[in-house]
């Protein structure tokens, strides 16, 4: 083989166009992003070397930047790992980030093109906003192959073997383009290389050298003491870890001294950037053994509920062969998980009094991943359930429980609540909760999936002083005191016989799905509810059970139809004649109620034809 020619990939090269034509104004971080690049090449050399011993060892590991006036190049070269020819063409040729069509998708849009560039974090790809062309000359650890990948950025790229480099490593070099205009950047210039690697790769470990001089401090920025780092120093290490390209929400700084010695720079990310969950490469958090690092993603680290966090720990006390598997038996590592958690609790906590407006970005995108923690862990579920923010009936905002407790009337028995579906002003119509709030009572509006496992099993989990949390999906739950039970009761006896041919036919109709049908004097606008037996499951559980793959076993609820409203009145005086139109208006009211808790009716097309009917006697009517 000498040169061997490829086309991208659709999307890589739809990214490609995007770069070269970008108006993305911080052109500066593809050195940022190269310089990560190397470094990481450079840890997983180490790496490498520690598993299989007949690797030579890397006597001197280094990054070095050079600059060439003549021939208007830039290169970034390190030797580090290095790449196979396969690997380029994974690596460089396709786009493996998950999220990339949404990207080019939503990208479409110029105006918000530069915003998206800067969240997707397109890594190698950035060259091209400076350099029309680029050489990437590779040699992988162990190998004795050397390979050459050429592009110029548009829908081909080529990689030939004929020339060869000493050492494995890989050297990228870009051909600048000129400078569009007199306020764009020379990055063929020396100050300005300086200043971007001041700025953006200082922290980094290894030495970076550019004109034979050694420019990075290679501080590692967890060590030094906090009066000494700028704000601009962390969102940096940050981007270096993460691939983020937005800033960090808040960091959270662990100096753990005592029997376990062990330091800690977290992040909680400003959003879920697209990749965060997927990309184990800049997942978690990167474990270091005395400044070494040593992998990242250390799942151990940290509990799953918390895996939106990122960052670094640095322990004293581990040996530096340690690997994964024996990790998890370690005891230090579980000591540093627990004090890890209990400082994330403390700074969330911190935040939540101090700084509700930030919280609140937290919280709506980490949210509900961080009240699994309630199911996970019961040791801290009320912790957990303690800083969680809710939405309320009360107002348009949040609120935490115990914001929640001091409104609660002082004959309320616990926290009303109601669980399902992701669409908050769908709850908000719940029939459920009007005779709640025609009371005056505020109630909980529980949108996220977790929170119906919550409801289901809080009372087990939270300590006895806690305030409960009551479902009002429940037939048992009840906005009402003794004496209005028994008031209510007694006026139910009154219509009791007039109603019983409309509950006799509801009951022929849907006898194998109710339990009972009765009429209800405190629903005010809507005409029917369905409740949970009190024992039995939530159709919202049933909802989540089947969105899973399983068959919930059969539930029978009760259906309260509204004795004050016009259509049950009528259909309460119909029913002793036994109408047909009497059980197709039963069907409709039925599924109306299955709809206003979310879920899909059995038969679509059967409601919808009963509907169509009814429309046309009314226009007749009319
Ligand atoms: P990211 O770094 O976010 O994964 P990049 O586009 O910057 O995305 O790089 C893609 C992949 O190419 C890297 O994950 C790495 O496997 C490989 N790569 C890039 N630069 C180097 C390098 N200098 N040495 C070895 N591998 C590299």
Do not use: H
């Given at each position: 083989m000498s040169e061997e020619k490829f086309f991208y990939q659709t999307e890589a090269a739809e990214l490609l166009k995007m770069m070269i034509s970008s108006v993305y104004s911080n052109k500066d971080i593809f050195l940022r992003e190269l310089i990560s690049n190397a470094s990481d090449a450079l840890d997983k050399r180490r790496i490498e070397c520690l598993r299989n011993t007949?690797?030579?060892?890397?006597?001197?590991?280094?990054?070095k930047i050079e600059i060439n006036a003549d021939s208007k190049t830039l290169s970034v070269s390190d030797n580090g790992i290095g790449m196979t020819r396969d690997e380029l063409i994974k690596y460089?040729?396709?786009?493996?980030?998950?999220?990339?069509?949404?990207?080019?998708?939503?990208?479409?849009?110029?105006?918000?093109?530069?915003?998206?560039?800067?969240?997707?974090?397109?890594?190698?790809?950035?060259?091209?906003?400076?350099?029309?062309?680029?050489?990437?000359?590779?040699?992988?650890?162990?190998?004795?192959?050397?390979?050459?990948?050429?592009?110029?950025?548009?829908?081909?790229?080529?990689?030939?073997?004929?020339e060869t480099r000493d050492e494995c490593g890989t050297t990228i070099t870009l051909f600048i383009r000129p400078k569009a205009d007199d306020d764009s950047k020379d990055y063929l210039n020396?100050?300005?290389?300086?200043?971007?690697?001041?700025?953006?790769?200082?922290?980094?470990?290894?030495?970076?050298?550019?004109?034979?001089?050694?420019?990075?401090?290679?501080?590692?920025i967890w060590q030094r003491p906090d009066s000494e780092i700028k704000e601009d120093e962390y969102k940096e290490f940050y981007k270096h870890l993460t691939h983020d390209w937005r800033d960090p929400l808040t960091h959270i700084k662990i100096n753990a001294e005592g029997s376990t010695n062990f330091k800690g720079l977290l992040f909680i990310p400003s959003e879920a950037p697209l990749d965060l969950?997927?990309?184990?490469?800049?997942?978690?958090?990167?474990?270091?053994?005395?400044?070494?690092?040593?992998?990242?993603?250390?799942?151990?680290?940290?509990?799953?509920?918390?895996?939106?966090?990122?960052?670094?720990?640095?322990?004293?006390?581990?040996?530096?062969?340690?690997?994964?598997?024996?990790?998890?038996?370690?005891?230090?590592?579980?000591?540093?998980?627990?004090?890890?958690?209990?400082?994330?609790?403390?700074?969330?906590?911190?935040?939540?009094?101090?700084d509700r407006e930030n919280y609140i970005k937290f919280w709506l995108s980490f949210g509900r991943i961080l009240k699994e923690g309630v199911i996970q862990d019961h040791e801290n579920a009320k912790t957990i359930l303690g800083i969680s923010l809710f939405r309320?009936?009360?107002?348009?905002?949040?609120?935490?429980?115990?914001?929640?407790?001091?409104?609660?009337?002082?004959?309320?028995?616990?926290?009303?609540?109601?669980?399902?579906?992701?669409?908050?002003?769908?709850?908000k119509a719940s029939p459920k909760i009007e005779p709640f709030t025609s009371k005056g009572y505020e109630v909980l509006l529980m949108t996220d999936p977790v929170d119906e496992v919550i409801l289901q099993e809080a009372n087990f989990i939270l300590p006895e002083e806690s305030k409960d949390l009551l479902n009002i999906a429940k037939d048992d739950v009840t906005p009402y005191s003794e004496d209005e039970k028994k008031a209510n009761e007694k006026k139910l006896k009154e219509i009791d016989s007039e109603f019983e041919p409309l509950r006799k036919k509801a009951l022929e109709i849907f006898g194998d799905k109710l339990e009972?049908?009765?009429?209800?004097?405190?629903?005010?606008?809507?005409?029917?509810?369905?409740?949970?037996?009190?024992?039995?499951?939530?159709?919202?559980?049933?909802?989540?059970?089947?969105?899973?793959?399983?068959?919930?076993?059969?539930?029978?609820?009760?259906?309260?139809?509204?004795?004050?409203?016009?259509?049950?009145?009528?259909?309460?005086?119909?029913?002793?004649?036994?109408?047909?139109?009497?059980?197709?208006?039963?069907?409709?009211?039925?599924?109306?109620?299955?709809?206003?808790?979310?879920?899909?009716?059995?038969?679509?097309?059967?409601?919808?034809?009963?509907?169509?009917?009814?429309?046309?006697?009314?226009?007749?009517?009319?």
């Open positions: 007949e690797l030579a060892e890397n006597k001197n590991p280094e990054i460089l040729g396709t786009i493996a980030k998950s999220g990339t069509k949404e990207f080019l998708k939503a990208a479409k849009n110029e105006n918000t093109q530069s915003e998206l560039i800067g969240q997707f974090g397109v890594g190698f790809y950035s060259v091209f906003m400076v350099a029309d062309k680029v050489e990437v000359l590779t040699r992988k650890l162990g190998s004795s192959e050397t390979f050459k990948f050429i592009s110029d950025g548009s829908g081909s790229y080529t990689i030939d073997d004929t020396e100050w300005t290389i300086r200043e971007i690697i001041g700025k953006y790769s200082d922290f980094i470990s290894w030495p970076i050298y550019f004109k034979d001089k050694i420019i990075n401090s290679q501080k590692a969950f997927m990309n184990p490469e800049s997942g978690g958090i990167s474990l270091y053994i005395n400044r070494v690092f040593i992998m990242n993603d250390c799942k151990d680290l940290i509990p799953q509920y918390m895996r939106f966090i990122r960052g670094v720990i640095d322990s004293e006390d581990l040996p530096l062969n340690i690997s994964r598997e024996i990790l998890q038996d370690e005891l230090i590592i579980r000591v540093i998980r627990r004090s890890t958690q209990r400082k994330i609790f403390s700074e969330l906590k911190k935040m939540l009094e101090n309320t009936t009360e107002n348009d905002g949040w609120t935490t429980l115990s914001e929640y407790e001091s409104r609660m009337k002082p004959d309320q028995k616990g926290i009303y609540c109601l669980a399902g579906r992701d669409n908050l002003s769908a709850l009972t049908v009765r009429p209800s004097l405190t629903l005010t606008s809507s005409p029917a509810c369905l409740k949970d037996a009190p024992g039995g499951m939530s159709l919202q559980w049933e909802n989540l059970m089947r969105s899973a793959g399983q068959t919930p076993p059969v539930q029978k609820r009760i259906l309260e139809l509204s004795a004050n409203n016009p259509v049950v009145k009528k259909l309460i005086s119909l029913s002793k004649d036994n109408s047909d139109k009497v059980s197709d208006i039963l069907r409709v009211l039925y599924d109306q109620s299955l709809i206003l808790e979310g879920v899909m009716p059995d038969d679509p097309a059967g409601f919808v034809k009963r509907v169509d009917e009814l429309m046309a006697v009314a226009l007749k009517d009319g």
